[in-house]
C-alpha cells in the first residue's frame, strides 16, 4: 500500500510545480521524468558499489549525472540550465535501454525558475530505486490527478470499475492481454495484479489484496511479463504508461505509440482478453480509417468497439466502457455494430450510473461484455443496471454506504456459469438483483435496431406483472409539435413557451415569458396551447423536461416543445405525472437523438400504464393534495430570512428604554458615521481570522480525520455534513484549517452562494480547506449572533462590492477582517440569537415536510409502474 511519506513527498512535489505548471498531466509528466532521470543515477551508483561501472552516465553523458547537478558550486541557472539540456538530449543517449530513450522522448522544462527546479529536484531526490509494490502504488497514486483530456474524449476510469471490470473477464496467466487505448496503463496493472493475487497461496495474501504469486514458477512469471501489450496515439501517455508499468516490475513493457484506428501495422495482431475505455471524442471531419473495419464509419467509439470485437481470439473475452451512443444511436453505422456485436460476441450489458467519471464528465455509460465462444452458446443477452458504485455521484464522488457492484459481479458469475455448463434454462434473472433482466436477441432484432439499453424491454418483459394494462402513448394523446416562430419575441403578447419557460417542476416561469404578436398567433396551424396540455422539451439542454399548461389565457409553444393533447381515456393530470415519473424519464432514453438531444416522434410507441379514468382521479387528486402542502411550506421557506436589522432595531428601543443617557455613548462607538445605532465594528476587531493553519499530517499522524470543504456546506442553510472522512496521510493539500467547536466557516470563494456554517458538535480531529475563512469569537460576541450577522444582507452586500469578478468571485483575509456588523451588548445579542433560532426551527421542520411529501409522490407513482397483482 501507499505509505505516508512517499504520498507527502508526491504532494511536496506537486505543490511546488503548481504554480510554474497548473496542468496536472505536465505535472506528472515531470514528475515521471525527474524520478526516471534519479532512478538511473542510483543504478548507477549501485553498479559502482559493486565493483562495476556507470551504465547510463557516461561519456559526453556523464556531466548530466544527477550529483553533477547538485553541485554546490553550481548556480541557480547554471543548474536550470544543467538539467533542461539533460532532459531534452537523454533520448539520444545510446547507453539508455530503448525503454528509458522513449520515456525522455520530446521531454523539455516548461518554466525557467531556478529556485523552483531546486525545491522540486530536491523533493525528487528524497526517493530512492526501489522494485516494490509501494513505488508502484505511489506512482498510480500520482496518476490519479490526472483529469479529462477532454479534446481528446479521455476520461481517466476509476479504479473501482477498472477492477470490477478486470474480475468480470478474469484474465489467465497464459492469455494475452490488450489495451488498444491504454491512457495510463490502468487496465494492464489491474490484470496482472488479479492473475498475481489468484496465483497466490492463502499464506502470501496481503490485506491490501495483492499477492505475490508464489504459486507461479520462475518460466511462468518471466512469460506473464510479457503477455500485456498496450497502445496509445498521445507520446505523453505512452511515457506515462512505460513508467507505471516498470515500477511494477515490467522490465520491458510493450506500450506503444500507434493509432488503433487508422493505422494497419498491427492490425493481425490479436488478444484473449481486452480491457477498455476507448476516447469518445471523434476530432471535427471524423475519423479517416483504413478499409479492414467491418462497419464502415467515422466515428472513433464505433470504430473502437469494432477493432476490439474483430481483434478477440476464437476463445477471446473483452469489457469495454462505451458511451451512450453506441447503446441506442439509430445511424446506420451504430445499428450494424449492434448487430454485429449481438450476434456474434456480445453476452451482457452492464448499465453505469451517469456520474461514474464525475467531476470530469457526466456523461452516461455503459460496459459491454463479450465472449466468442459463449456467445454461441445462448440466444439472449443479460442486462445489468447499477445505481450505485460505492460513490455519491456529485463533483467529490466520496464514498457511501450503497454499492451494487459485488452484486452485479455476482450475478454475472452465475449466469456466465449456467451458460458455459449448458442450463441456462436454471437462471431466473428476475430473482436476481441489479435490476438483472435477460432478452432474447430475437426481441433485440425485432424492428433492426438492436437496442442495448434493458430498460427499453424491462416493460414489455414484465408486462404480465403490471397491475394496470400497458398502452402506448401515442394511444392516449396527440402529439403535437411547436412551430417556429418567426420574426423574434416582441415585448407584450402572446406567451410563447420554449424550454426556458418551463421550470423543473413542471410549472411555467412568467418570471422568464416570452411573447409572439396577435396577429402571427392567428397565422399558426400547429403550437397552440390548450387548457391541460403537457408538454415536453423536444432537444437542446433540456431535453425531456416535462411542464403543464393549467391557464385558459392565449399561448403558443416554439418548434423546441412538444405538446402531448389526452384523449378521454387519460386524465390530463395523470398524463404529466406519468411523464414526469423516472420510469418513464429511463424509457425516454433511447428515443433521444444526437449530440444536443432530439426526441423524435417514435416515443408514440412508449408504453405507459392505463389505470381506470376512476382510478386515475384518485390518484391525481392524492398527488394534488400533496402538492399543495409542498407550495404552501416552500412558500414560507422561500420567504424567510433572518430580519437582523429589524430585531436589531426592536432591541435597540428596548435598550434605550431601560437604559436612559445610553444614546450619546453609542452614537461616539458607531461607526463610519456616529448616527443613531449600535455601534458597528470590523470582524477583525471581534473575532480571530484563520487562527490556526497546519496540513492535518503534522497535527494528527495517521489518524483518520473528517474533512469539511465547500461541498461539504449546504448553500443558503448553514448545514454541514461530517461524513467526508480521510486518513490524515491522504488529505489534500489545501485542508490545513484548524477549527474547533463554535468556529464559523466563511466561504471566501463564491461568498455569493452563502457557503457558511456555525460548528456545532463538530466531530474530534476535524479539519477545513482554506477555501473558508475560520472565524473564532472573541469574548465581546456570541457565536451564534455573529453567524447570524454573517448571513445578513448588510454583510452580503459588503462581501459583493470586494468580490473580484468571473467565474469564482473571491474575498481574500484582509476583506474578511474589514466586514463591519452592529455590535450590541451580550445580552442583546442573546435575545436577537433566541428569536431567530425560533424561527429558524419551524423553517427546518418545513424542508422536512417538503422532503417527506415529495417522497409520498414518488411512491404514488412508483405504485402505479410497479404495482403487482
Same mark, same amino acid.
Given at each position: ?523 399558426? #396551424?400547429?403550437?397552440? &396551447?390548450?387548457? *391541460? ?6 432537444? =437542446?439542454?433540456?431535453?425531456? %423536461?416535462? +411542464? ?113 443617557? #445610553?444614546?450619546?455613548? &453609542?452614537?461616539? *462607538? ?6 443613531? =445605532?449600535?455601534?458597528?465594528? %470590523?470582524? +477583525? ?120 469578478? *468571473? ?63
Amino acid at each position: 500500500m501507499l505509505d505516508s511519506e512517499t504520498k507527502r513527498r508526491i504532494d511536496t512535489a506537486r505543490d511546488i510545480l503548481v504554480g510554474k505548471v497548473p496542468d496536472p498531466k505536465s505535472q506528472v509528466e515531470q514528475i515521471t521524468i525527474a524520478l526516471i532521470y534519479k532512478f538511473m543515477n542510483d543504478m548507477d551508483k549501485e553498479s559502482l558499489e559493486m565493483g562495476g561501472k556507470r551504465t547510463f552516465f557516461t561519456g559526453e553523458y556523464e556531466k548530466y549525472s544527477w550529483d553533477k547537478i547538485f553541485d554546490p558550486r553550481l548556480g541557480g541557472h547554471e543548474m536550470l540550465s544543467l538539467y533542461a539540456d539533460a532532459i531534452t538530449r537523454m533520448s539520444q543517449n545510446t547507453n539508455l535501454p530503448e525503454l528509458f530513450r522513449n520515456i525522455f522522448k520530446n521531454a523539455y522544462l516548461p518554466y525557467r525558475d531556478p529556485e523552483t527546479l531546486k525545491l522540486f529536484l530536491k523533493t525528487i531526490n528524497e526517493f530512492t530505486y526501489d522494485h516494490s509494490e509501494s513505488l508502484g502504488d505511489a506512482f498510480e497514486y500520482l496518476l490519479s490527478v490526472l483529469g479529462s483530456q477532454g479534446d481528446a474524449g479521455q476520461f481517466r476510469t476509476p479504479r473501482h470499475i477498472i477492477d470490477f471490470m478486470v474480475e468480470i473477464v478474469s484474465p489467465q496467466k497464459n492469455e494475452l492481454i490488450l489495451d488498444p487505448a491504454c491512457g495510463t496503463a490502468g487496465f494492464l496493472i489491474s490484470a496482472y495484479k488479479y492473475i498475481m493475487r489468484e496465483n497466490t497461496s492463502e499464506k502470501y495474501r496481503s490485506q491490501n489484496g495483492n499477492g505475490r504469486g508464489d504459486l507461479l514458477t520462475t518460466d511462468e512469471k518471466k512469460k506473464l511479463l510479457t503477455n500485456f501489450k498496450g497502445y496509445d496515439i498521445s507520446p505523453d501517455m505512452v511515457r506515462i504508461s512505460l513508467v507505471n508499468m516498470y515500477l511494477h516490475g515490467f522490465v520491458n513493457p510493450q506500450i506503444y505509440e500507434y493509432d488503433t484506428l487508422t493505422s494497419e501495422d498491427r492490425w493481425n495482431e490479436y488478444a484473449d482478453v481486452i480491457l477498455a475505455n476507448p476516447p469518445f471524442m471523434t476530432p471535427k471531419g471524423g475519423i479517416k480509417p483504413h478499409k479492414k473495419f467491418s462497419v464502415q464509419s467515422k466515428r472513433s467509439e464505433v470504430l473502437f468497439v469494432d477493432y476490439i470485437a474483430e481483434h478477440l481470439t476464437p476463445t477471446g473475452r473483452a469489457a469495454v466502457i462505451v458511451p451512450e451512443g453506441i447503446i441506442f444511436q439509430s445511424a446506420n453505422a451504430y445499428k450494424q455494430l449492434r448487430r454485429m456485436l449481438v450476434e456474434n460476441y456480445l453476452y451482457a450489458v452492464v448499465s453505469l450510473p451517469a456520474g461514474v467519471f464525475q467531476p470530469y464528465s457526466g456523461v452516461k455509460t455503459s460496459i459491454l461484455l463479450m465472449d466468442k465462444e459463449l456467445a454461441r452458446k445462448t440466444d439472449s443477452i443479460l442486462f445489468i443496471k447499477i445505481e450505485n458504485d460505492g460513490f455519491d455521484l456529485g463533483a467529490q464522488r466520496r464514498p457511501i454506504d450503497r454499492n451494487d457492484l459485488p452484486d452485479a459481479l455476482q450475478v454475472i458469475r452465475e449466469y456466465l456459469g449456467k451458460v458455459r455448463n449448458g442450463k441456462v434454462d436454471e437462471f431466473n434473472a428476475d430473482e436476481k438483483p441489479c435490476s438483472a433482466l435477460l432478452v432474447k436477441k430475437e426481441k433485440l432484432a425485432e424492428n433492426g435496431e438492436y437496442y442495448l439499453t434493458g430498460d427499453r424491454y424491462r416493460v414489455v418483459e414484465k408486462r404480465k406483472h403490471r397491475k394496470w394494462p400497458m398502452v402506448k402513448l401515442g394511444e392516449v394523446c396527440e402529439i403535437e409539435t411547436g412551430s417556429r416562430q418567426k420574426g423574434g419575441a416582441v415585448e407584450k403578447g402572446i406567451y410563447s413557451i420554449g424550454g426556458e419557460q418551463i421550470s423543473e417542476d413542471g410549472s411555467i416561469r412568467f418570471d422568464k415569458m416570452k411573447y409572439i404578436t396577435e396577429e402571427y398567433f392567428k397565422e399558426m #396551424k400547429k403550437g397552440i &396551447l390548450h387548457y *391541460g396540455d403537457v408538454l415536453m422539451v423536444k432537444d =437542446g439542454a433540456t431535453t425531456g %423536461k416535462i +411542464g403543464y399548461w393549467k391557464y385558459s389565457d392565449k399561448a403558443a409553444v416554439n418548434e423546441h416543445v412538444y405538446i402531448f393533447r389526452a384523449n378521454k381515456d387519460i386524465k390530463n393530470q395523470f398524463l404529466f405525472r406519468i411523464l414526469q415519473s423516472n420510469q418513464f424519464k429511463s424509457l425516454l432514453q433511447p428515443y433521444i437523438k444526437g449530440i444536443i438531444g432530439g426526441v423524435s416522434l417514435e416515443i408514440k410507441n412508449i408504453q405507459i400504464p392505463l389505470p381506470p379514468p376512476e382510478v386515475q382521479q384518485e390518484i391525481v387528486a392524492e398527488i394534488e393534495g400533496y402538492r399543495k402542502l409542498i407550495d404552501g411550506c416552500r412558500q414560507v421557506i422561500d420567504a424567510w430570512k433572518p430580519d437582523v436589522e429589524g430585531y436589531l432595531e426592536e432591541e435597540l428601543k428596548t435598550y434605550l428604554a431601560e437604559h436612559p443617557g #445610553k444614546q450619546e455613548e &453609542l452614537a461616539e *462607538g458607531h461607526r463610519p458615521e456616529p448616527v443613531e =445605532g449600535w455601534p458597528m465594528v %470590523k470582524l +477583525g476587531e471581534v473575532c480571530e481570522i484563520n487562527p490556526d493553519s497546519v496540513y492535518p499530517y503534522d497535527i494528527f499522524g495517521e489518524t483518520e480525520i473528517v474533512y469539511i470543504d465547500i461541498t461539504s456546506v449546504e448553500n443558503g442553510t448553514g448545514k454541514v455534513s461530517f461524513e467526508n472522512k480521510i486518513s490524515a496521510k491522504n488529505a489534500p493539500s489545501r485542508a490545513k484549517r484548524v477549527i474547533k467547536e463554535n468556529d464559523i466557516l466563511l466561504s471566501t470563494v463564491r461568498p455569493n452562494l452563502k457557503a457558511f456554517a456555525l460548528l456545532k458538535g463538530l466531530p474530534k480531529n476535524s479539519i477545513a480547506s482554506t477555501g473558508f475563512a475560520v472565524l473564532r469569537s472573541k469574548e465581546s460576541i456570541i457565536p451564534e449572533y455573529l453567524y447570524t450577522c454573517i448571513f445578513s444582507e448588510a454583510t452580503m452586500k459588503q462581501m459583493t462590492i470586494k468580490m473580484g469578478k *468571473g467565474a469564482y468571485p473571491s474575498i481574500n483575509t484582509n476583506d474578511v477582517e474589514n466586514l463591519t456588523i452592529p455590535l450590541p451588548p451580550l445580552e442583546v445579542q442573546q435575545r436577537i440569537v433566541e428569536k431567530i433560532e425560533s424561527e429558524r426551527r419551524v423553517i427546518d421542520s418545513l424542508r422536512e415536510m417538503v422532503k417527506a411529501y415529495e417522497e409520498k409522490i414518488k411512491r404514488v407513482i412508483d405504485k402505479v409502474w410497479g404495482g403487482v397483482v
